[in-house]
RNA sequence: GGCAUCGUGGCCGAGUGGCUAGGCACAGCUCUGCAAAAGCUUGUACAGCGGUUCGAAUCCGCUCGAUGCCUCCA
């Protein structure tokens, strides 16, 4: 019997702004859409954080036994860089400043997305599509609104009629806008004169003579709207309807807002059940703007080549302190914030590695681990509440580490229980990864660690501190830790 | 200017109408040759001002502030 049908997730739905039960159209299985990045320049860090939070997502439904089909695109056709002036295609943009060919750019930001997201351990997405691949679908769903009387043809281009649709469904239902007010709170704009009305958005833009990314279509050489790619995509991988849709709190509008505009338009059903966003991250309390300067590429923060946070640090305790926070919430980075993060990570890996070791005994334990494990799955549950599940897996570290001094002790079917239970939570669920280095090096680095520990032991016996006090602290100061404990000595490498 | 989300102890960050979040830091204790590590103990915080309530940090209103969106932006 899979998991899930014992387990009552709950998910915070942006659509009604409530927390619901979380039903799939198609008992057992999941359809899953992530708008994905615009490969035009190097990932964004909080894009990582939106991207995390939904693969600690996928982790977890997948845990629940749920057969997921996740499907994030890769928008490689770029999007307009100013809609209102010149219609350019900010891949092309980039590609003339750089030199380069558009898919030249595409493919080398493609790569470093990829780069970056496996060195935080994320899961592969189902399907990553591309909009560029999709551009005959994209098509099909313009020529389909228009025949529908939802848009209409401009000099070339192709626009959404919001006011039209607005009659018969509702427009800004995701975002909590009215029409009205928007067209209150429009200023002129002159140069706009295609557009019936300023809230209209483009399903196909012209091309300018200058453009190169360019496809034929109907309405002559152009290149698809902002919005259309996600609507084509979703619709043929997941269908008309399915189950979630999630990105980030800066897509809901207008980029949500006109997909559900567009599926509605063209298939008239809402197009998603469960609408998810996740929150921004800030970094020492301010946005993150390439333009002032807070701003920080995860690479940076990998090899520490930044002037902003005092050390490097390894992708999973960026991971780990991403997970330390609610998904919903806005989260801030910072050095501090890291280094606390750090340490708390160390300490909850050193006591993974320590219950793998400890003797059980009795068949009492004096940690209910089934109930303990019962209060991860509900933290889970609660529109993955990752920040509780951390707090409960601390819970588990201090008795581990009760256990190991010998204060309390754990029955065999309880330290399996345990083990298994905080595998699955902590590296399946919240994708953490033990930081390893290079495994032979490794194995030379313990050998002759474990001999100076002999040496200083019995440099103890003999009471000779100096020397015994001499290998403690040189080793300290490479950075490796000795640890006495009731067993012997332990050690860890920073 | 409009819309939205939020404002928690030294820092980060959960949470509920009345009962301990958790991590990091700090202090005391246990352990130790001395330390470190580990464990134990302590912190009565919830932007401000009103209101609802037997009772609110949690509900409502206002003020201030932050962040996001309103224009490409994760």
């Not at 964004?44 to 036994?65: A, E, P, V």
């Not at 999007?79 to 900010?90: C, T």
């Amino acid at each position: 019997m899979p998991l899930y049908e014992n387990q009552e997730l709950k998910i915070y739905n942006s659509l009604t702004g409530t927390k619901e039960i979380f039903k799939p159209i198609n008992e057992g299985h999941i359809g899953m859409y992530v708008c994905g990045p615009t490969v035009y320049s190097n990932v964004h860090l909080g894009n990582c954080r939106t991207f995390m939070s939904f693969d600690m997502i996928f982790r977890y439904l997948k845990h629940l036994g749920y057969k997921v089909r996740y499907v994030r695109n890769i928008t490689d056709a770029g999007h307009l860089v100013d809609d209102a002036e010149d219609g350019e295609d900010k891949i092309a943009k980039k590609a003339r400043l750089e030199k380069l060919e558009p898919m030249e750019v595409v493919q080398r930001y493609t790569l470093d997305f990829h780069n970056i997201l496996e060195k935080f351990n994320f899961l592969p997405p189902s399907i990553e599509p591309t909009a560029t691949g999709h551009i005959i679908e994209q098509i099909e769903i313009i020529k389909d609104i228009l025949s529908k009387g939802y848009a209409y043809e401009a000099n070339g281009s192709v626009y959404f009629d919001v006011a039209a649709f607005n009659e018969t469904n509702d427009y800004g239902k995701l975002s909590g806008r009215k029409l009205e007010d928007m067209i209150a709170n429009t200023r002129e704009l002159t140069a706009q004169d295609e557009k019936k009305n300023p809230q209209d958005f483009a399903l196909w833009k012209k091309a300018e003579p200058q453009h190169i990314m360019r496809w034929p279509s109907p309405w002559g050489d152009g290149f698809p709207g902002w919005h259309l790619e996600c609507t084509a995509m979703s619709t043929k991988y997941l269908g008309e309807t399915f189950d979630i849709h999630g990105g980030g709190m800066d897509l809901k509008f207008p980029h949500h807002e006109c997909e559900i505009a567009q599926a509605e338009a063209s298939y008239g059903q809402s197009p998603v059940n469960y609408w998810m966003h996740a929150n921004m991250l800030t970094m020492n309390g301010k946005k993150m703007a390439k333009s002032t300067g807070n701003n920080i590429l995860p690479g940076e923060i990998f090899t520490g080549e930044n002037k902003i946070l005092s050390k490097a640090f390894a992708p999973s305790v960026v991971r780990f302190f991403m997970m330390q926070a609610h998904y919903t919430s806005i989260l801030d980075l910072s050095d501090d914030a890291l280094l606390a993060s750090e340490k708390g990570f160390n300490r909850l890996m050193e006591a993974f590695a320590t219950l793998q070791s400890l003797t059980p005994a009795g068949s009492n334990s004096d940690f209910d681990v089934t109930n303990w494990k019962a209060s991860c799955y509900e933290a889970m549950n609660d529109d993955f509440n990752t920040p509780i599940l951390i707090a409960h897996i601390f819970e588990a570290v201090k008795h581990i580490n009760l256990i190991k001094e010998g204060k309390e002790q754990i029955s065999e079917v309880d330290k399996t229980q345990l083990e298994e239970t905080l595998h699955a939570f902590i590296f399946d669920i919240l994708g953490l990864q033990q930081n390893t280095g290079n495994s032979k090096d490794t194995e030379k680095l313990s050998g002759v660690v474990e001999l100076l520990i002999e040496l200083r032991k019995d440099a103890r016996v003999n009471k000779d501190f100096a020397t015994s006090d001499r290998i403690r602290d040189q080793l300290a100061e490479l950075g490796i830790q000795l640890k006495d404990g009731k067993e012997g000595t332990t050690f860890s490498i920073q």
